[in-house]
């Protein structure tokens, strides 16, 4: 049988993105992660059909590549929120120091990710290209794509209980994800079923992507907080980002409530 067109198509995206990332684009950074993630989400949702062993692994390793990238992507979308919120303020409140800060520490010309040249990810590349992918039949994909349902509905049903609720938030946020990449690859066969959980997955992920953000930012302002201080800066601005950021993280779980009812319903009746 022939390679899966999705596979190959992902194979594809991912050269192209790693030749964009090397003209240090940030964008290329970013766009490289989703294709793991998309990856990541195919070997998931075609296991029944993949040698397991072989796939799990590539996983594995595509888990390991995307949390490289990450590193590289989290200060380009800090520097990118931060600039835009600093613009917002009033100018009397912002002090020319934290302005200063924010870009000494996030701004300027971005390095191509040492993991691109590494010899793991060159061996990961390699493995993509040698394993054997063919297309599920339709009643395989509608289950993975339950399963991938129950998951996330599980995860919001820990938030509530949840020691620590950015993470569990996070955690709902993942599964969202990785069903919507499901649900995506059933979509050529399942139709408007698919369509419905694709649309509703990814309120989930819009909702939940900006939550997060305010999450990342909240972290990175404490740590900006903090080596102000030891300088002998005023942290007044970082504390004010703070307090908005902490805001909109609070306006979105009250709006998560109303996506989440409007998920619940179609996507999992159609897949049952």
């Known amino acids: ?11 594809a995206e991912l050269d192209r993105r790693e030749a964009q990332a090397r003209q240090h684009d940030p964008e290329g950074v970013h766009r490289a992660r989703v294709t793991c993630r998309r990856l990541r989400a195919l070997l998931a949702t075609y296991r029944p059909v993949l040698d397991r062993a072989a796939a799990d692994a590539l996983a594995a390793e595509l888990r390991w590549f995307g949390q490289e990238l990450s590193l590289a992507r989290d200060g380009h979308v800090v520097h990118q929120i931060l600039t835009r919120m600093l613009a917002e303020e009033p100018p009397g409140l912002v002090a020319t120091a934290a302005r ?58 820990a938030v509530a209980a949840a020691a620590d609720r950015d993470v569990a938030m996070h955690l709902v946020r993942k599964g969202a ?24 997955a990814k309120s989930l992920t819009q909702l939940l992507g900006e939550r997060q953000d305010t999450v990342l930012v909240r972290t990175h302002l404490l740590d900006l907080a903090a080596a102000a201080e030891a300088a002998g800066e005023t942290t007044f601005t970082y504390g004010r980002l703070h307090a908005r950021a902490q805001q909109r993280a609070e306006e979105l779980d009250a709006a998560f409530d109303r996506v989440w009812e409007s998920f619940t319903g179609p996507a999992t009746r159609s897949t049952c």
């Open 100 to 157: 200063a800060r924010v870009e000494r520490t996030y701004g300027g010309t971005r390095a191509v990710p040492d993991v691109f040249g590494s010899e793991r990810y060159a061996a990961l590349r390699a493995a993509l290209a040698g394993l054997a992918v063919t297309r599920p039949e339709e009643p395989v994909l509608r289950r993975r794509v339950r399963k991938e349902v129950d998951r996330v509905v599980r995860r919001h049903d």
């Open 177 to 200: 994800k990785r069903l919507r990449y499901a649900a995506e690859l059933w979509e050529p066969d399942g139709g408007k079923d698919a369509r419905r959980v694709v649309e509703g």
């Open 1 to 11: 049988m022939s390679a899966d067109p999705r596979f190959l198509d992902l194979l």
